[in-house]
């Protein structure tokens, strides 16, 4: 098999279209439809199922772009590991979770930019389990997760410390402990989250089963329907800094055994080099410790 094979496989599997496949690789729709029948009838498998336009991959397929994936990074990797102190560049995916995206993200993300603008960055969001999954699967380079992480796969360098909060509805009386607020619906993002964890884990060690629970996918959405009244929530406090939505909700300070929780930086052990991942962590971990000094002077 060809790598250029594999990348072409690869790409097709990710668009489900050869047109929209070629497009992106610069090549002719045919060039593409040939080499994918060429790379099936080496193989002696079907990879696509063809739905009209569109190609949904077989379990063939899924089991060869694990294998194409793991490929094509060792091929750059050996790029980059002979041409030495090369300039970063080509395509860097990471992922994070929502809150840290919006709140710690931007400035990051542009000052990495300006300085290697060859580098092509595609941020993904999701909840922890998930990027956790994503990192292990090669379908980011690295990600910003919450604390604890027990994956011996993975190496993981705290970045932010972040304090939760507990987000009500300004009606809400003073909130101490979650009898305070046993009757109300929690508002969280997905399962999987580390946040919503740590909220459902604060309900339980003090021996409170919670109304309801409530998913959402945005953390506008979730803080939009706390000042609604409609549950409480816990957040970083650093994500409603500088948001109008933070006017509409009560900030509930909680003790440092439930608010602490680090933000870590993961990424493969098993991939050694990856110049623009390299040079991503250097950036982020500078920015990180930096930032943690700023919050911990800084209160909402």
Partial sequence: ????????????????????????????QSNVSAR?????????????????????????????????????????EAQSSVRGTQEPSGLLRIGSMETTAAARLPHVLGAFHRKYPQVELLLDTGPTDMLLQAVLNHKVDLALVGAPIERQE??????????????????????????????????????????RRRLEWWFAD????????????????????????MGVAMMPREVLKHRSLARTVQCHTLAPEVAQVETMLVWRKDIAQHTARDAFIASLTTFGVSSVNRTQNHKL
């Fill in 154 to 195: 993975l190496v993981q360098v705290p970045v932010f410390v972040e304090e939760l909060v507990l987000l009500t509805d300004t009606l809400q009386g003073p909130v101490t402990e979650p009898a305070d607020v046993a009757c109300r619906t929690l508002l969280g993002f997905r399962a999987g989250c580390s946040y």
């Fill in 1 to 28: 098999m060809e790598l250029s094979s594999l990348r072409i496989f690869k790409t097709v599997a990710e668009e489900g279209s050869v047109t929209q496949a070629a497009s992106k690789l610069h090549r002719v």
């Fill in 206 to 229: 003090a021996g409170i089963v919670p109304a309801r629970l409530a998913e959402f996918g945005t953390f506008e959405a979730i803080i939009g329907c706390v000042a609604a009244g």
């Fill in 36 to 76: 994918l029948t060429q790379l099936e009838e080496s193989l002696g498998v079907t990879l696509f199922h063809r739905a009209g336009r569109r190609l949904l991959i077989t379990p063939e397929g899924t089991r060869l772009l694990d294998y194409a994936e793991r490929l094509l990074r060792l091929a750059d």
